[in-house]
């Protein structure tokens, strides 16, 4: 049974960072992409970034570029989301996200989904 855990969501004021974490387990996960997405309140889930299962190929949604770094440990089945100068607009449910394809991952085909935590980022 696969999960993902995720945890380091909170509340941050604009400017501020975040680091999300998200805990494998029930799979092999150095042979699976991993990915975050997050859902506003009123809009549909989209595409954060992600990384192969080497690490090797990594891709970002343009409205977080040079702002959020994706990285994994395959040691530890851990893919942590580092979020650096937040906006109000970041603020959503982010999910972890795991793809057996790196393209069909980044696209949304998504095989598991964590349970989400919670990003708030007031002005």
């Known amino acids: 049974q696969v999960q993902l855990v995720e945890s380091g969501g909170g509340l941050v004021q604009a400017g501020g960072s975040l680091r999300l974490s998200c805990a494998a387990s029930g799979l092999t996960f150095s042979t699976y992409s991993m990915g975050w997405f997050r859902q506003a309140p009123g809009k549909e889930r989209e595409f954060v970034a992600a990384t192969s299962w080497s690490g090797g190929r990594i891709s970002y949604a343009d409205s977080v570029k040079g702002r959020f770094t994706i990285s994994r440990d395959n040691a530890k089945n851990t893919v942590v989301l580092q979020m650096n100068s937040l906006k109000p607009e970041d603020t959503a449910v982010y999910y972890c996200?795991?793809?057996?394809?790196?393209?069909?991952?980044?696209?949304?085909?998504?095989?598991?989904w964590g349970k989400g935590t919670l990003v708030t980022v007031s002005s």
């Open positions: 996200a795991v793809g057996r394809d790196y393209r069909d991952l980044v696209l949304g085909g998504v095989d598991y």
